[in-house]
């Protein structure tokens, strides 16, 4: 037993009061030790019914450990420890100054199987952490587009249908692939980490653009097996992009952080795969969209292009009127030669009669008749000919106002469009809203209002 009495002056000595000791043990144990994870036995657990303060013990084979937790921290922990409980408790050491009593000031408290698993979920994930595991893989590995995809779960749970589900709905063009899994229980973690392993063993052939690894909700317990430590480290070194649809939304396993992307649900990973196909879906529709944009546009120009060349052109209307006109002139014209010209043969054959008169042999007379005659039928086949030549001509030309005629473009699917004053519209610029128009077409008339 060492001696301090001969080494201290008694002017020079700091006593202390029982409560500065015990204050300055407190702050030196709460300075010292930062806040504590504890596993333990409860014992002797007492609450106080006006405060709501829980004062109790922990224990395990050798030791005891004073406890307190006080009502704002214990109001939400959601049960009541029982004598006999195996629990896991955080929290930070103290001195209680008016006693002296060492003990344990607890704020989070946990049932040890569930806590227990938690702890062991955090150790793991702190040492996946601080290897780089979670590092290896990254959301942009993802092919922007998917056509084929393996899914690693058990095939006769809800999970595997919801995300056949979605891909059929969403994008009906991807390939699916089922692995068969065990997902929950004893052997779980190694049946997942082979149906990876026959993906990788048929990648080659098969050219899988990623893995969806799901499996429905359940407890930390359920889950358990996709926090196996083999199957995480496999799962980190995949070449082949993975998505994790574990459990629900709230829940999370040590293989959303290995893997490329963590989905909230099965279908949550489905949409994942799908989502390419409806940015393509998308991409199509904004082209779609500018092929019309630019197909209405060059129409418009084309329609100015013919307007300004109607303006141009003469109105078919007149040019019919024009070709009546000249179609009367040639008649009248082919009608004056004609009597010109039977009155010339009229005067030929008068004159040939004068001199047969004057001359007067029966012979030559007979003769001469003969050759009237046939100079009269000649005169009749060459006027024939001639007068056919122009009946065809005159044919011709009616052909070539049928043609022009606006009825006849009718005949064809054409229509022509007048304005409430009877003027034919060669401009859309000319109407506006509320104009009514009147479409001419083979048979009958359309009346429209511009809206």
Not at 97 to 122: C, D, S, W
Not at 173 to 185: E, L, R, W
Not at 261 to 267: C, K, L, N, V, Y
């Amino acid at each position: 037993m060492e001696d301090y009495s001969g080494t201290t002056n008694s002017d020079e000595r700091e006593i202390l009061s029982v409560t500065e000791l015990n204050k300055t043990v407190n702050d030196f144990i709460n300075e010292a030790f930062p806040p504590l994870w504890v596993v333990g036995e409860i014992s002797n657990f007492k609450e106080y019914g006006s405060s709501g303060h829980w004062y109790f013990s922990v224990k395990d084979a050798e030791s005891v450990l004073n406890c307190s937790m006080f009502r704002l921290q214990n109001i939400n922990l959601g049960f009541k420890p029982n004598e006999g409980d195996q629990v896991i408790m955080q929290g930070k050491l103290s001195v209680w100054h008016k006693t002296g009593r060492y003990q344990m000031i607890v704020n989070k408290m946990e049932l040890a199987g569930y806590g227990e698993l938690l702890r062991k979920f955090e150790l793991l994930k702190n040492k996946f952490n601080s290897e780089g595991l979670f590092n290896t893989k990254t959301e942009n590995l993802l092919p922007a587009l998917i056509n084929k995809v393996a899914i690693v779960t058990s095939p006769h749970g809800a999970a595997v249908k919801d995300v056949i589900a979605t891909l059929r709905r969403k994008a009906p063009h991807i390939q699916s692939t089922i692995f068969p899994a065990v997902v929950q229980g004893e052997g779980s973690a190694n049946s997942i980490k082979q149906s990876l392993e026959l993906i990788e063993q048929h990648q080659d052939q098969e050219n899988f653009d990623a893995i969806i690894v799901c499996r429905g909700g359940g407890s930390i317990e359920d889950l358990w097996s996709f926090n196996n430590e083999d199957l995480c480290r496999y799962v980190s070194g995949i070449k082949i992009p993975i998505i994790s649809g574990v459990g629900h939304e709230t829940d999370f396993t040590l293989m959303d952080f290995v893997s490329n992307i963590r989905a909230a649900t099965p279908t949550a990973a489905a949409e994942i795969v799908s989502n390419g196909a409806s940015q393509l879906l998308n991409y199509f529709e904004g082209a779609s969209t500018n092929l019309i944009k630019t197909f209405k546009l060059r129409l418009s120009n084309y329609k100015e292009k013919v307007l300004l060349n109607q303006k141009l052109l003469r109105s078919p209307q007149q040019k019919i009127h024009d070709q009546y006109q000249r179609l009367d002139q040639k008649s009248e014209q082919m009608s004056f030669a004609m009597r010109k010209l039977l009155q010339l043969k009229k005067d030929k054959s008068h004159f040939y009669a004068t001199a047969i008169n004057s001359n007067n042999p029966s012979k030559r007379v007979a003769q001469l008749r003969i050759d009237i005659a046939k100079g009269v039928k000649e005169l009749l086949r060459v006027l024939k000919n001639k007068l056919n030549a122009k009946q065809g001509l005159i044919a011709s030309f009616k052909d070539q106002l049928n043609n022009l005629n606006p009825e006849n473009v009718l005949e064809r699917g054409y229509s022509i469009t007048y304005n409430e004053k009877g003027n034919i519209i060669r401009d859309s610029k000319a109407v506006k809203k509320g104009d009514e128009i009147s479409t001419k077409l083979k048979t009958g008339l359309i009346k429209s209002k511009i809206n």
